[in-house]
């Protein structure tokens, strides 16, 4: 299981992939998808840096090296199946030894962004406190979701307004984050706390957390996708600022863009 | 990787006992063959079957697998397509999924099935390995699947039944086809008493390929090897399971085994990638999928299909439980395996991207010359047949049938209730009806993002997903059948079926292109039954013939009958069609405010069948009439329109009428309009009532900017298409407005549209 293949996660299907922008004035940056089995939106990750105008670089789940790039992005899906416990197989791998070394780095530190299986990835190799259990409602749900950006100071959100609003596409079935009360104290007072729900809690999560940060603000995660609202007409029908083309919301480009701009300095 | 041989030694019945003791009873009743087949298997072998080669027949030619009751009129489908029908098509009925060249090199492979019966006994397994299969059917041909659709039938939606089937259906959809990372992009949701015994499970997956990339089961060049990887090889999905047990001869193993196959859809979902590695290296000649009756249908099917011979040692199969027997290993329909045909050059190179995936696999044995299927079993023979007469030459029925002697008396039964005094109150209880009402509790269950290409999912008329990023080719795809039509009059009813998946293809702005479908009917030992089954196929096929769209693959479910009451008859047609660029896509709500309403079609009055006679328990009289020369108009210009940039927003009708359309238009985005009904009412010679809730075919609802009236009035008159303009699009007011009969607030009609399933599910 350690072969590389940086081709595999985008054999077959609809192709090409946005390719990586030459012109891009941020394309100097590289942004590593991480590929495990049973991984769904590694293609959409690397889809939505591209599309933010960096180069996404296909990583695999059983290397040992993460190819020289700049931040890493562990996508949604089902890694393993979700058995035993979301996330709990994958943060084995072999690349994850790699990621949690570089992203407990100091000021240099690796950015790193898990989103859905990816947050619950980084929770249970203990890069992000908390974890994530069954929805409230014990059902799956796919939804076009208003959350707030609590704190932009972090890698992954400079591009946003502190407060601002978006619309991002949800879809999970154990996405209710928990953690002891000091653990929320400790995040709400360090201004870890990064997206919060609004217009109604999805499933449960404790005091309607969205997504967290580590203390230096280089590791992200969240449970909704902002992958899935970064190209007009294949997005949420609509948009924190308003009405928009249909399915034409990107309110999760600027997720990307923040850490390429971040990164380029 | 070699398996481990069972220590068990059973008392096999090998091709030398089945010789030697030629009277030896044999449990073929039990296992579900005739009298007759039997003695056919007898004189095909020239001998009695071996325990293993009854087991292989008795599978491979059950209904199910060998359509030897449909087989007859299914021919249709093949004998009324004309040449500029078949210019699309790659790849037609026959093999795991038809395959369409949507251009630019690209093809698209689509199928829809029925898990019926599995999904009422266990709703969440059954459910959730009915995407599964499909999905190995799409994966069989070399593609990508890239989208799954769900069209469901449950029983009445307050019978104390209808709950668990529901939530385990709708979850094991979900928990399925989640996991493996495919959009689900539509279907449809209907309940009806009928269906209380009987609750229709199909399943359509749609694949995305090169043409290049098509892959056939079939096993070609002697030498070459048989290899079966993914999951192991257990106990589940075994027919006859009570009856080979008592074959068995050891006491201590389980006696009654599940019949019902168990889900694992991240085993899945490795296979999907690793299939797809093994296609674009090259290291496979044949691939199939084992589905129902396992690895009596891959070997067969990819021997028959290839130069005619194999040579298998079962004892090389992985087992999950190594108490089974060779007849039980034959038959098992554990789920997430597939068997492919490598040559011995690319033996290493196949097991290279085994070991990536980590997935299991076992060399099962070779291609021959011989025109023989052999079976070992530690290398005691135990089949030893001819695999076409297992997988093709099954017995075919001309089952008896006629027309059934109370349709006259349903057809002379018209709808004549009193109209209702409120309009109001009558379009709320049609959207807030089980049938009409909002699907989101069903659908906001299902992953529609994933992939990233999805351009239009459910409630627009059709899905619609991209292939080519650079250019936006796409496809859109629609399911429909409609149980009641099809009660009143069966040739319609299919008739209908494929007329309003073609309608809703063509209103999302695509051009349709191919058929699939999913033949739910009741017993064929009915001949009432029967010919209703008969009069759909024909009805089917001359419908596809008239709008020039084949069928391109399918599947037949029978027996869907409790305690001698059938089902409807049920035929679900699927319609693939392509857009050159989904950008274009026309959704099915209004968003900017002034623009033209307009109604495409003329209303009749046709309310026999319709939801509205249904909410006042009647179902008499004949379906609306169809005129498939309107419909191929209509569809012109819907897509006419979606190309030229001249409508906004499109909704077909069909059940629930106008009033349903325009509910659906409004709630879409939250945007009313103002709507008059006088001069359609005096046009049409109808009443209000009428217009609003009749079930007139070859009929739309748009809105047009009002830059493009003109042209698009030039359009439909140039093609002498009815049309009128029956209002204006509001987004002021929050209302839809009829005017001079009621307004209704759109948080009202929302309340009443989305609050059934939730007060019913939860």
Redesign the interface.
């Known amino acids: ?1 350690t ?1 590389s ?1 940086i ?3 985008l ?8 390719s990586n922008n030459e012109d891009s004035p941020l394309n100097g940056v590289k942004v590593g998808v991480v590929t495990f ?2 991984s ?2 590694d ?2 990750a690397v ?1 939505a840096v591209r599309l933010a105008g960096g180069s996404a670089v296909h990583l695999w789940h ?1 290397d040992h090296s993460l190819q020289d790039v700049d931040a890493v992005i562990i996508p ?3 890694s ?4 035993l416990r979301a996330g709990a197989i994958s943060r084995f791998a072999p690349l994850m030894e790699q990621i949690t070394a570089a992203a407990s780095g100091g000021a240099d530190a690796l950015p790193v962004l898990g989103i859905c299986n990816g947050f619950q990835v980084l929770t249970e190799a203990h890069l992000l406190p908390g974890s994530m259990i069954k929805n409230n409602h014990l ?5 076009d979701q208003r959350l707030r950006v609590e704190n932009n100071g972090t890698f992954w959100t400079s591009e946003y307004a502190d407060g601002e609003e978006l619309v991002i ?1 949800l ?1 999970n ?1 154990d996405g209710q984050f928990v953690a002891d009360n000091r653990t929320l104290d400790e995040l709400e007072g360090e201004g870890r706390v990064v997206f919060r729900y609004v217009d109604g809690n999805p499933n449960g999560s404790r005091r309607d957390i969205a997504g967290i940060s580590n203390a230096a603000g280089n590791v992200v995660g969240l449970m909704p ?1 902002p ?2 609202a970064v ?1 007009a ?2 997005g949420p ?1 609509s948009s924190a600022r308003g ?1 928009v083309e ?2 034409g919301g990107t309110d999760g480009l600027g997720i990307f863009t923040s850490v390429l701009k971040k990164l380029v300095g | 990787m070699t398996a481990e041989t069972t220590s068990k030694k059973f008392n096999i019945d090998t091709v030398a006992n089945a010789e030697a003791t030629p009277g030896q009873a044999l449990p073929w009743a039990e296992l579900g063959l005739k009298e007759n087949e039997f003695q056919r298997v007898e004189e095909i072998l020239g001998r009695r079957p071996t325990g293993a080669e009854l087991a292989m027949y008795s599978v491979m030619w059950s209904e199910h697998c060998s359509y030897k009751s449909s087989k007859v009129h299914l021919r249709q489908f093949g004998e009324k397509v004309t040449d500029a029908m078949k210019e699309h098509l790659l790849v037609g009925i026959g093999e795991n999924a038809g395959v369409v060249d949507i251009g630019d090199g690209w093809a698209v492979t689509f199928k829809v099935e029925s898990h019926n019966h599995p999904s009422f006994v266990e709703p969440y397994q059954g459910a959730a390995t009915g995407v599964g299969g499909i999905v190995r059917d799409i994966i069989s041909m070399g593609a990508r699947p890239v989208a799954v659709m769900d069209p469901l039938r449950f029983g009445a939606i307050d019978h104390p039944d209808t709950a668990r089937l529901v939530h385990g259906i709708v979850a094991g959809i979900g928990g399925y086809g989640n996991s493996l990372g495919l959009p689900n992009i539509g279907g449809e949701v209907v309940f009806d008493s009928v269906y209380q015994g009987n609750p229709l499970v199909n399943a359509l997956a749609v694949g995305v390929l090169r043409h290049e990339d098509i892959r056939l089961a079939n096993a070609s060049g002697a030498g070459n090897k048989v290899v079966l990887f993914g999951a192991r090889t257990g106990g589940d999905g075994i027919g006859g399971a009570s009856v080979l047990a008592s074959e068995s001869f050891d006491d201590a193993k389980p006696s009654k085994r599940p019949a019902v196959q168990v889900g694992d859809p991240f085993a899945e979902k490795v296979l999907i990638e690793c299939c797809l590695e093994l296609f674009k290296a090259s290291v496979v000649e044949g691939i199939q999928d084992l589905g129902a009756a396992g690895i009596s249908c891959a070997t067969s099917e990819l021997a028959s299909n290839g130069d005619g011979g194999m040579h298998v040692e079962l004892t090389n199969v992985l087992l999950r439980d190594p108490s089974l027997t060779p007849g039980e290993i034959l038959m098992s329909e554990s789920q997430e395996r597939m068997m492919a045909v490598v040559t011995p050059e690319n033996v290493s190179a196949f097991e290279a991207i085994m070991d990536k995936w980590a997935v299991e696999y076992s060399w099962l044995g070779e291609v021959t010359d011989t025109g023989r299927l052999i079976i070992e079993w530690d290398g005691e023979k135990i089949v030893d047949v001819d695999p076409r007469t297992v997988a093709h030459e099954g017995p075919v029925y001309e089952r008896p049938y006629h027309r059934p002697e109370w349709l006259d008396g349903v057809q002379a039964d018209t709808f004549a209730h009193e109209r209702p005094a409120d309009l109001r109150e009558a379009v709320l209880e049609l959207m807030a009806s089980p049938n009409m009402c909002a699907k989101n509790w069903v659908t906001d269950q299902y992953d529609r993002y994933v992939q990233g290409n999805t351009a239009l999912a459910m409630p627009d008329d059709a899905g619609v997903i991209r292939v080519d990023e650079e250019t936006g080719l796409g496809v859109a795809i629609s399911t429909d059948a409609n149980g009641r039509y099809s009660y009143l009059n069966p040739y319609e009813g299919a008739r209908l079926a494929l007329a309003e998946a073609y309608r809703n293809v063509a209103t999302s702005g695509a051009e349709p292109l191919a058929v699939t479908d999913c033949l739910n009917f009741g017993s064929p030992e009915d001949p009432e039954v029967m010919w209703q089954f008969a009069e759909s196929v024909r009805g089917l096929a001359d419908a596809c013939q008239e709008l020039g769209v084949p069928v391109t693959g399918g599947n037949v479910s029978l027996y869907n009958q409790t305690g001698g009451v059938a089902i409807h008859p049920t035929p679900v047609v699927g319609v693939l069609g392509v857009f050159d660029d989904v950008a274009r896509r026309t959704p099915s709500g209004w968003r900017e405010d002034g623009q033209a309403v307009y109604l495409l079609g003329t209303t009749a009055n046709e309310l026999e069948g319709s939801e509205w006679a249904n909410l006042r328990g009647h179902l008499g009289g004949q379906p609306p009439a169809l005129d498939l020369a309107a419909e191929k108009t209509l569809a012109a210009i819907l897509v006419n329109c979606s190309r030229d940039g001249m409508i906004d927003a499109a909704h077909d009708l069909s059940e629930g009428g106008l009033a349903a359309g325009l509910s659906e238009m409004a709630l879409r985005f939250g945007v009313g309009a103002r709507i008059g009904l006088d001069e359609l009412c005096e046009r049409d010679g109808i009443d209000a009532f009428t217009a609003l809730f009749s079930e007139s075919q070859a009929r739309a609802v748009v809105s047009v900017p009002r830059s493009e009236e003109v042209r698009f009035n030039d359009m439909c008159t140039a093609r002498n298409f009815p049309t009128l303009r029956i209002g204006v699009v509001d987004t002021e007011n929050q209302a839809l407005d009829v005017q001079g009969y009621f307004t209704l607030p759109l948080d009202q009609l929302r309340e009443a549209h989305e609050g059934t399933l939730p007060k019913h599910f939860g």
Do not use: S, W
């Not at chain 1, 059902?139 to 939804?143: D, L, M, T």
């Open positions: 299981m072969t293949n081709e595999t996660p054999i077959g299907g609809p192709q090409p992939l946005a089995p049973g769904l939106d293609r959409d889809r059983g949604g899906g089902f393993y199946g979700d058995y059902h799956f749900i796919c939804r596409p879809k079935q996708h992958e899935h190209e007409g294949f029908d009405e249909v399915r």
